[in-house]
């Protein structure tokens, strides 16, 4: 019953908790900048609005672009049920589902990127060189830390790797490792999310944004689908997060549903602060800092072995 | 019913189809269409006869005199061959019917005729290399298959970029030949006889067995394409003809793999530091790999590259299985020679895809350069489909065979953890390699088949349906072991276990095929849904221009183009690049057309072959003066080097007690 109950919750959560995360976000940015900030709920109105709209399609594109935004909600939802977001195991577990998720998230990845070449724009040719290269660094960070993961489990899926990961006791090397790759993956997750210090969300200058502008020429639902996309893998991997810092406790389940509920507006507002505490970094630094994060994965991989 | 026989009527009838085909006239497609039926009809007998060996775990053994004394043809068939003539059947009958569009008679009469004797060749050549048991007879094969590899290169000899790459291949297939001559030789004094059976394991030290390990990764490493033996391989295989290029890419490659798994079943020894070195010697050659074709402005030799590094994927699989027999886990043999096989497999599958697409795009617009194509996804769009496929299906990405392949490596790795868990390392290099891979060929088919076209080539058009019929079978297979890795679990397992010998774990215990199957279709079901649904959607869509700030009239050149795609990830990575950057001299008030372009050279062949051999060249060229050219002097030198090695043999004494 638990599990159903757990289930439930899982799917409810996954479809209409993400736009929230960016909702906090924004209105922490706002209250850092001494503003009133758009309303909590903001993103919701955006997508209602977009989801009505018409949209403008270049006629440069192919079915690539038609697809794309498709792709990557449809693979991020899927990737979305393999994590568990609360202290249950997630809708889909099964030996490998690591591998899955992490290639799952490099569909969408691929198809947004081949998107933005569809296009014939520099501008977005510019954010796909930009998106693949980090990409190719945040992989192997985020391979380290599962690579710990499963070394701490002895299992290899995410359901049994992440519950236990928040049972290991404060003090001992392996919380010393789980700190190590909660860093790296912090890092990860603001570079997959194209958020500062990587990518600056909110610049009106094609030329220094990533992600908004390899979806520059998507209009109406097919720029409403690639916002959720976004902001779905914000809150997969922060739950993802979550599991790795937060202590859960197995017999409490309502408490841990709570826990983990507040953890991720919490995620949220620390992703909110960062954005407003630090500038950008300059991109050619960018791929320093996830070689940072690979190497904090690799410091946390040695201590375990 | 023998299926031994029914594979030799394969092999007959691929090498037969060359001299059939010659029967016609020069400027006639007849008797092509007629070659190419003897060739597919062979094909198929052996692909049913393969499939039945391998599905029924079959042994069929067959020794014929040979015409040499004291020698025979020892021929047997085995699931570990048969799971190797499948590959070798399926892709050189497609690639046959492929050839009789892209390579009409009519259109190559010069070269088409012995294009196609070379090939059948080629093909029975490979398949007779998997049913040899003698090491005379596997040489010879061997030898078929790489001679008429340097002939199908040089298909177009009038090219000087073709003569090159023939060379440098021939110089390095023979250095291999070499060192698996040496191989048999002493595997020959160890065993005392030609057939190959696995030596004794109290004769052999280790020291003599770790030499012979040795010969054959180096050997069988030239053919395979490792990293740093793999220095002849872009080229050749850019020059070759599209169809051609498929089969050496996706087929002969493998049978430098072959080769080692051979070898490998003969030594008794397993010590660690073997499967080791095979796991970093993959991962290397698959990182270095990808990471060179990332600088390739030619799509055949970006393709080429990522053959090295699929290579390096297929041997980290057998360093695994290596590692677990020394280490006794059949945990890690099962998953990492199942990954190891399958992608032999699916390597061959989407590879020829690619380079079957790539032909098809030489075919359709008239260039191999990345950098002058674009927007082609409007006028092949068959074509255009059929590269994103194999795309997908070469970055190991779901729900398509390479994921699956993949995944059996990844979890095999993963394994490793409880007992050598610096193995595991390995998984995050094929990580980034996964990603690397992503990025070229996002970077391949975005600058090919997207945007607009970037330069004025001849209006292309899609090719006809003699060449993507063949494609779109392929691409089918991809897509099938992809959804239902089930079906490939039970021939996995028998190869596996024939070459191991050993009683292992079942595979359908190991990996979640079921579940991977459900995800696939379910990914497939939610994607294809969802542009029905948007299409119906879609119907009031405006249609405008792409936005370019305000700017009304974008143009071709505000594309990106392929270099400043990967000039981003070339700069982070330069310290492991070898990378030659042209860039415009700006100067004065009134700048003029400039131009800015990057070379990616291979370090391998510039900066080691090419000086070695130069030098070689210059020590050599003393001795040129024996070089006369007149046959009688050579038969001279051949009987001076015949008394030569008598004397050697012969104790001297001997020979005076014989002559008085």
Redesign the interface.
């Known amino acids: 019953m638990t599990t159903f109950i757990g289930i439930c919750l899982q799917v409810a959560l996954l479809a209409l908790l993400p736009p929230l995360l960016l909702g906090i976000i924004n209105k922490t940015k706002a209250g850092f900048a001494g503003r009133r900030g758009p309303p909590i709920l903001q993103v919701y109105y955006d997508l209602l609005r977009l989801m009505k709209k018409?949209?403008?399609?270049?006629?440069?594109?192919?079915?690539?672009f038609?697809?794309a935004p498709?792709?990557s909600?449809?693979?991020v939802v899927?990737a979305g049920l393999m994590v568990p977001l609360g202290p249950t195991a997630a809708p889909?577990h099964?030996?490998?589902d690591l591998?899955?998720f992490?290639?799952?998230l490099?569909?969408g990845?691929?198809f947004t990127?081949?998107a933005a070449?569809?296009?014939?724009?520099?501008?977005e040719?510019?954010g796909?060189?930009?998106e693949?290269?980090f990409?190719?660094?945040s992989?192997?960070a985020?391979?380290?830390a599962l690579?710990v993961l499963?070394?701490l489990s002895?299992a290899?899926s995410l359901s049994a790797m992440l519950l236990p990961a928040s049972h290991v006791r404060i003090g001992s090397t392996a919380s010393a490792a789980l700190v190590l790759i909660a860093v790296s993956l912090f890092v990860v997750l603001l570079a997959e999310t194209s958020r500062i210090p990587v990518d600056d969300p909110n610049t009106h200058l094609?030329l220094t944004m990533i992600h908004e502008v390899m979806v520059?020429?998507n209009s109406g639902?097919l720029l409403g689908a690639q916002i959720y996309a976004s902001s779905l893998k914000l809150l997969i991997l922060a739950a993802f997060l979550l599991h790795i810092v937060l202590p859960l406790n197995p017999a409490l389940v309502g408490r841990d549903w709570g826990l983990m509920l507040v953890g991720l507006l919490v995620v949220a507002g620390i992703i909110g602060s960062v954005e407003s505490l630090m500038a950008r970094l300059q991109?050619?630094f960018v791929?320093t800092l996830l070689v940072a994060a690979c190497l904090f994965s690799g410091f946390g991989?040695l201590l375990?072995? | 019913m023998n299926w031994l026989a029914l594979v030799f009527v394969g092999v007959i009838a691929f090498a037969l189809s060359g001299p059939v085909g010659m029967l016609g006239r020069r400027r006639e497609n007849g008797w092509q269409w007629v070659s190419a039926g003897v060739a597919v009809g062979g094909g198929l007998c052996g692909l049913v006869a393969a499939f039945a060996v391998l599905l029924g775990t079959l042994t069929e053994s067959l020794s014929l005199p040979a015409a040499a004394p004291a020698m025979t043809l020892d021929l047997r068939v085995g699931p570990l061959s048969a799971f190797f003539l499948i590959p070798i059947f399926a892709i050189g009958s497609l690639s046959t019917i492929y050839g009789l569009g892209y390579w009409r008679q009519s259109r190559h009469p010069r070269t088409g005729r012995k294009l196609r004797l070379w090939y059948g060749l080629l093909i029975a050549g490979m398949a007779m290399l998997t049913l040899c048991q003698n090491s005379i007879d596997f040489l010879i094969a061997w030898e078929m298959m790489a001679l008429s590899t340097f002939f199908l290169i040089i298909t177009e000899d009038q090219k000087p970029a073709a003569r090159q790459a023939g060379w440098v291949y021939l110089v390095a297939t023979h250095l291999g030949t070499l060192l698996l001559v040496a191989l048999f030789a002493i595997l020959r004094v160890v065993s005392g006889s030609f057939l190959l059976r696995p030596v004794p394991p109290g004769q052999v030290g280790m020291g003599l067995q770790t030499a012979l390990f040795l010969l054959a990764i180096v050997g069988f490493g030239l053919k395979a394409g490792i990293v740093p033996l793999h220095f002849w391989l872009p080229e050749a295989h850019a020059n070759a003809p599209s169809h051609v290029s498929a089969t050496l890419s996706g087929v002969a490659l493998k049978m430098g793999i072959f080769g080692m798994l051979r070898v490998l079943t003969l030594l008794t020894a397993r010590p660690p530091a073997w499967g080791f070195f095979l796991l970093t010697l993959g991962a290397v050659s698959a990182f270095l790999g990808v990471l060179w074709a990332i600088g390739q402005h030619d799509v055949k030799k970006l393709l080429a590259y990522h053959s090295v590094e699929n290579i390096g994927i297929i041997l980290m699989g057998l360093g695994l299985a290596l590692l677990g027999e020394a280490e006794h886990q059949p945990v890690w043999i099962v998953l990492g020679m199942a990954g190891c096989l399958l992608h032999v497999w699916n390597h061959g599958l989407f590879k020829s895809l690619l380079f079957l697409s790539a032909g098809s795009v030489i075919h359709g617009a008239g260039t191999r350069d990345i950098d002058r194509l674009g927007g082609l996804a409007k006028s092949m769009k068959i074509t255009a489909a059929l590269f994103m496929l194999g795309s997908l299906a070469i970055c190991g990405l779901p729900p398509l065979n390479g994921f699956i392949s993949e995944l059996f490596i990844y979890l095999g790795l993963f394994h490793t953890m409880a007992r050598l868990p610096i193995l595991s390392l390995a998984a995050a290099v094929l990580a980034m390699v996964g990603a690397l891979a992503a990025a070229c060929f996002t970077k391949a088919y975005g600058v090919v088949f997207l945007g607009t076209a970037r330069s004025n080539f001849r209006r292309a058009h899609e090719s006809s349906p003699t060449l993507w019929i063949p494609m779109c079978i392929l691409g089918a297979a991809c897509v099938l072991i992809g959804v239902a890795p089930s079906l490939v679990l039970a021939p996995l397992m028998h190869a596996t276990a024939t070459w191991s010998g050993q009683t292992l774990p079942a595979l359908g215990g190991l990996v979640p095929a079921r579940t991977l199957s459900m995800l696939g279709v379910g990914l497939v079901i939610g994607i294809g849904v969802g542009l029905v649904w948007q299409r119906n959607g879609l119907r009031q869509a405006r249609i405008g221009i792409t936005w370019a700030c305000g700017y009304i009239a974008p143009s071709k050149h505000m594309q990106y183009t392929a270099s400043s795609l990967a000039q981003m990830l070339l700069t982070a990575l330069r310290p492991l690049l070898h990378q030659r950057r042209h860039e415009p001299q700006i100067s004065g008030v009134l700048v003029g057309p400039s131009q800015f372009h990057t070379v990616v050279s291979d370090p391998v062949l510039k900066d080691a072959v090419e000086p070695i051999w130069r030098r070689l060249r210059f020590t050599l060229a003393r001795g040129q003066g024996f070089q006369k050219g007149s046959i009688q002097n050579y038969i001279f030198y051949m009987l001076l080097i015949l008394l030569a090695l008598l004397a050697f043999t012969l104790p001297l004494a001997m020979l005076w007690r014989l002559l008085f």
């Not at chain 1, 018409?54 to 690539?64: A, G, H, L, M, R």
């Not at chain 1, 070449?117 to 501008?123: A, E, K, N, P, V």
């Open positions: 018409n949209v403008v399609i270049s006629s440069t594109t192919t079915w690539v038609l697809a498709l792709v909600v449809v693979s899927l889909i099964f030996t490998g591998i899955m992490a290639y799952l490099a569909l990845r691929f990127t081949m070449l569809d296009t014939g724009s520099s501008f040719g510019m796909a060189a930009r693949f290269t990409a190719c660094f992989e192997p985020l391979f380290l690579l499963v070394k002895g290899l094609e520059l020429d639902p991109l050619r791929p991989f375990i072995l």
